[in-house]
T-cell receptor, first 113, second 112 residues
Framework: QQQVKQSPQSLIVQKGGISIINCAYENTAFDYFPWYQQFPGKGPALLIAIRPDVSEKKEGRFTISFNKSAKQFSLHIMDSQPGDSATYFCAASIKMGAQKLVFGQGTRLTINP | EAGVTQSPTHLIKTRGQQVTLRCSPISGHTSVYWYQQALGLGLQFLLWYDEGEERNRGNFPPRFSGRQFPNYSSELNVNALELEDSALYLC???????????FGPGTRLLVL
């Protein structure tokens, strides 16, 4: 019940296309859903995050869509660029309580020029 | 504002040895988290320290331990190293009752 399932494992998108990564969770106590971007040899960097009281959050080319009833959320990268090539992790946590982040397995995104 | 810093960046040890990894959180942050990222796997939660106390622990054996100092920096100790301990060890910090965790660059540990 603590798992976060992420798909796909890898994704190849042409420059200018839309990259979509999906995550699903079981624990309805989760109330914070961040996405992290990780480049090789670096630590994960927070990209964008959402709380379950909104269905969508947009920051620049990055959008999180959240479906509370389906217990799913997704990251959309519009106008994907080669510099977006990285590994993306979705995560979930409970704000008050354990506060640990439960991560998905990651998606290796490659943007072809 | 300086980010989370970790030392050393790389470490090579042999089976059975002990290792200590260090983490300095962002100034003003009181919580420190440790995660293990083994090759090809996601990030697995190890430990959470807040105000000098261990608040939560992941599903790891007792040979993984740590502590947090009065200046909120933290150490992760791993005793009796095993080959499968080879991984990137990431430290993150957050402020008081803030869910956002900011990660350091990690320490890459190789156990031979």
């Amino acid at each position: 019940q603590q798992q976060v399932k992420q798909s796909p494992q890898s994704l190849i998108v042409q420059k200018g296309g839309i990259s979509i990564i999906n995550c699903a969770y079981e624990n309805t106590a989760f109330d914070y859903f961040p996405w992290y971007q990780q480049f090789p040899g670096k630590g994960p960097a927070l990209l964008i995050a959402i709380r379950p009281d909104v269905s969508e959050k947009k920051e620049g080319r990055f959008t999180i869509s959240f479906n509370k009833s389906a217990k799913q959320f997704s990251l959309h990268i519009m106008d994907s660029q080669p510099g977006d090539s990285a590994t993306y992790f979705c995560a979930a946590s409970i704000k008050m309580g354990a506060q640990k982040l439960v991560f998905g397995q990651g998606t290796r995104l490659t943007i072809n020029p | 504002e300086a980010g989370v810093t970790q030392s050393p960046t790389h470490l090579i040890k042999t089976r059975g040895q002990q290792v200590t990894l260090r983490c300095s959180p962002i100034s003003g942050h009181t919580s420190v988290y440790w995660y293990q990222q083994a090759l090809g796997l996601g990030l697995q939660f190890l430990l959470w320290y807040d105000e000098g106390e261990e608040r939560n622990r992941g599903n790891f054996p007792p040979r993984f331990s740590g502590r947090q100092f009065p200046n909120y920096s933290s150490e992760l100790n791993v005793n009796a190293l095993e080959l499968e301990d080879s991984a990137l060890y990431l430290c993150a910090s957050s402020g008081w009752i803030q869910e956002t965790q900011y990660f350091g660059p990690g320490t890459r540990l190789l156990v031979l």
